[in-house]
C-alpha cells in the first residue's frame, strides 16, 4: 500500500501529544492549537529529561578533562554525533559537525568552502528560499567576485525546472536549495536536482531544515555535498544543529572559527588544526544540546518517520479542503507535492491583523514575510498566514483554526 | 479580553473607508515608513503653512491598525501647529504603551480608539508607524525622508 494513503488508525495523534507538556497550556483562556510547528516545533519529555539528566548528572567540559566526569560528557557528546550519523546514513561521524542550526551550518560552508570561489564563478540557489539560504551567498559572493543566480518559480510554487537546467552552466559550482519550502510548502524534487549538477560537475548543498522531521533522510542515497539542519525543527532544543559534509569536500576546506577544541598544536609561529570533525567546531560546543538532538531522533523514530509523515500529509489534505470552503481564502503554494505546511491570505483581513484574532482564539499560527521576503514579492503579498503541522498536530487544532477564521470574518465582516 | 477591545467600530471603519487617503503633489514635506516585520508601508505627504499642517495625506499598505491609526492621524493634526502636535503624539504614545489599568490621557478624541492595543504589546509598532513617520517629515521639511520601526 502506498504509504501516504496508509490510512491514519495506525497512527495515535492522542498519545503523542501527551508526550509534549505545553500542548496542555492554554491561551488567553483557551485551548491551544499550536500550528507553528515550521518556525520551532515543541519538545518531548524524553527530549527535556535527556537535557536535564545530562545537566545533573553528567556535565563537564569535552574533549579536555582526563577525570571521569569529562570523559562521561564526551562519550554522551559523541554518542549523540554517532545517532545523528545514524539518522543522516552518513558514512562516518567525521563528516557531522554541530553547529548552532541551519543558519550557521550554511554561513559555515559559505564562508569556508566559500573561499575557493573566484571572480565569474556561479551560485545558484532557489525563489523559495530561507534568507538563510539566500544572504551568506550574497556575503560570500561580495567577497569573492562570484554571482549569485535564482532558479525561478511559478504561480502554483514550483520550482521552474527547466530553467533551472538552463541555469546550469560549467559557472555553476553550487546549487544550494531547499528541500521543503518553509513559506509555500513545496517539496522540491531535489533528487533531480542533485543528479543533474552532479553531471555539470556542480556541489549541491540541501538545506533540510523543514524536512528533516518529516520524512526519512539518507544522505548516501540522496548523493548530495552538503545537508543543513537544525534541531528545533526536529522536536529539539535550539541552539544546536547539523552541517553534514561528504568528507572528501570537507577536507579541503579551510578551517572557519579558530580557537579551541579545532587545533592539534599552537605556537606563535604555526598552528596545525585539528582532524575532522573538530576541525570545525571551535569552543565549547553545545553539549547539552546535541544530546537534546539525539534524544530528539529517537523520539522521532520511536513514532516512526513514516507514520508520522502520513499523518501529516492527511491533516494537510483535511486542511486545505477546509480552508478552500472559507470565502475570501486564498492559499499560497499549490504546489503538487507539499509538506505540513499552508500559507495563505484572507480577503480584507491582513496577515498581522489575522494573527492577533487567531491568537485570541488560541490559534498560534506564524503570520508575516516567513524571512522569504523573495517569495512575498513574487506573489504581490507583503506577508501570509501559514499553519504548519507536526506529528502531534490533530484535527482539533484544524478545526479550531477554522473556527477562529471565521471569527475573524466576523469581525472584519 | 474582547477582540472588540481593539478592532473597535471606529478602527474598522477608517481600515475599510480610509481618510485622506492619497498623494499630495505638490508638497512641503513627506517621508516614508516601513515596518519590516510586518512589511507595513505607508507614505505621508503634508503641506505647511507657516507652522501648521494644512493638509495631509497618507498612502501605503498595512494591517488594520496600521491603516486606522494613519488615517485617525492625518484627521486629529490636521490644522495643528508643531508645538500641538508634538503633545498630541506624545499622549498617543502614552496611551499606546501605558499598562492596561492606568487611564487613557483625556484630549484624545477618536485616537483613543488605538489604546486596545497596549493590551497587545505585538501590535504597538503598528499604530505607531504614522506618528513615527510624521516625526521624520516634520524634522526633515525640505526634502524626502525614511523611517523603520527596526
Ligand atoms: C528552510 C529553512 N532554512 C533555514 C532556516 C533557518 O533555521 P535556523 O533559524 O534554525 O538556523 C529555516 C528556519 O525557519 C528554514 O525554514
Redesign the pocket.
Known amino acids: 500500500m502506498n504509504l501516504i494513503d496508509r490510512p491514519l488508525a495506525h497512527y495515535d495523534v492522542e498519545r503523542v501529544r501527551q508526550d509534549f507538556p505545553i500542548l496542555a497550556t492554554t491561551i488567553r483562556g483557551k485551548r491551544l492549537a499550536f500550528l507553528d510547528t515550521?518556525?520551532s516545533s515543541q519538545r518531548p519529555n524524553s527530549v527535556i529529561e535527556a537535557i536535564v539528566h545530562y545537566e545533573r548528572h553528567l556535565h563537564a567540559n569535552v574533549h579536555r578533562g582526563v577525570y571521569e566526569l569529562s570523559q562521561k560528557a564526551t562519550d554522551a557528546f559523541e554518542a549523540a554525533r554517532e545517532r545523528v550519523r545514524v539518522f543522516l546514513n552518513a558514512r562516518s561521524t567525521r563528516e557531522v559537525i554541530f553547529t548552532r542550526?541551519?543558519?550557521?551550518s550554511i554561513n559555515l560552508v559559505a564562508e569556508s568552502w566559500g573561499r575557493s570561489l573566484q571572480p565569474g564563478d556561479e551560485i545558484l540557489i532557489s525563489w523559495m528560499e530561507?534568507h538563510?539560504?539566500i544572504v551568506p551567498w550574497q556575503m560570500a559572493c561580495e567577497r569573492s567576485g562570484a554571482v549569485l543566480r535564482v532558479i525561478p518559480i511559478d504561480r502554483r510554487g514550483e520550482l521552474d525546472l527547466a530553467a533551472f537546467h538552463h541555469l546550469l552552466t560549467p559557472k555553476t559550482r553550487l546549487v544550494a536549495i531547499?528541500q521543503i519550502s518553509?513559506s509555500l510548502g513545496t517539496v522540491v524534487p531535489i533528487a533531480e536536482i542533485i543528479a543533474a549538477a552532479q553531471r555539470n560537475g556542480s556541489l549541491v548543498l540541501v538545506?533540510g531544515?523543514?524536512a528533516v522531521a518529516h520524512q526519512r533522510i539518507d544522505v548516501q542515497a540522496l548523493d548530495c555535498d552538503f545537508y543543513v539542519f537544525?534541531s528545533?525543527?526536529l522536536y529539539g532544543p535550539t541552539g544546536v544543529?547539523v552541517l553534514w559534509a561528504r568528507e572528501t569536500v570537507l577536507s579541503d576546506m579551510p578551517p572557519w572559527q579558530g580557537g579551541g577544541d579545532m587545533i592539534r598544536t599552537v605556537s606563535f609561529e604555526k598552528t596545525t588544526y585539528n582532524e575532522l570533525p573538530y576541525r570545525f567546531e571551535a569552543g565549547t560546543p553545545n553539549i547539552s544540546g546535541a544530546i537534546g538532538l539525539a534524544a530528539a531522533i529517537d523520539y522521532l523514530e520511536s513514532l516512526d518517520i513514516d507514520k508520522v509523515h502520513a499523518h501529516e500529509q492527511a491533516l494537510l489534505r483535511y486542511a486545505t479542503d477546509a480552508l478552500r470552503a472559507i470565502p475570501g481564502l486564498q492559499i499560497i503554494g499549490e504546489a503538487a507535492r507539499k509538506g505540513g505546511v499552508i500559507s495563505f491570505t484572507l480577503e480584507q483581513v491582513h496577515p498581522h491583523d489575522l494573527g492577533t484574532i487567531l491568537d485570541t482564539e488560541g490559534v498560534a499560527v506564524r503570520a508575516g514575510h516567513h524571512?522569504a521576503m523573495p517569495v512575498m514579492d513574487f506573489f504581490g503579498v507583503p506577508a501570509t498566514a501559514r499553519a504548519s503541522f507536526g506529528c502531534y498536530t490533530n484535527r482539533e487544532d484544524v478545526d479550531q483554526l477554522i473556527g477562529a477564521l471565521h471569527r475573524a470574518l466576523e469581525v472584519f465582516g | 479580553m474582547d477582540l472588540k477591545d481593539l478592532y473597535r467600530d471606529v478602527i474598522l471603519d477608517h481600515n475599510k473607508k480610509p481618510r485622506n487617503f492619497g498623494k499630495l503633489e505638490p508638497c512641503d514635506t513627506s517621508a516614508d515608513g516601513h515596518n519590516p516585520l510586518c512589511g507595513d508601508r505607508l507614505t505621508l505627504t503634508l503641506r505647511i503653512d507657516g507652522d501648521t499642517v494644512s493638509d495631509v495625506r497618507f498612502e501605503g499598505q498595512g494591517c488594520a491598525i496600521s491603516t486606522a491609526s494613519a488615517s485617525l492621524m492625518t484627521e486629529a493634526i490636521k490644522g495643528l501647529d508643531e508645538t500641538a502636535i508634538t503633545t498630541l503624539s506624545e499622549m498617543v504614545h502614552r496611551a499606546l504603551t501605558s499598562s492596561s489599568d492606568a487611564a487613557i490621557p483625556e484630549g484624545l478624541g477618536k485616537l483613543a480608539a488605538l489604546a486596545g492595543v497596549r493590551e497587545y504589546p505585538a501590535r504597538v509598532k503598528c499604530a505607531s508607524l504614522c506618528w513615527h513617520t510624521l516625526t521624520a517629515a516634520l524634522a526633515r521639511r525640505d526634502g524626502s525622508t525614511a523611517v523603520s520601526t527596526e
Open positions: 515550521a518556525a542550526g541551519a543558519t550557521e530561507h538563510a539560504n531547499t518553509n538545506d531544515a523543514q537544525s528545533h525543527k544543529g524571512c
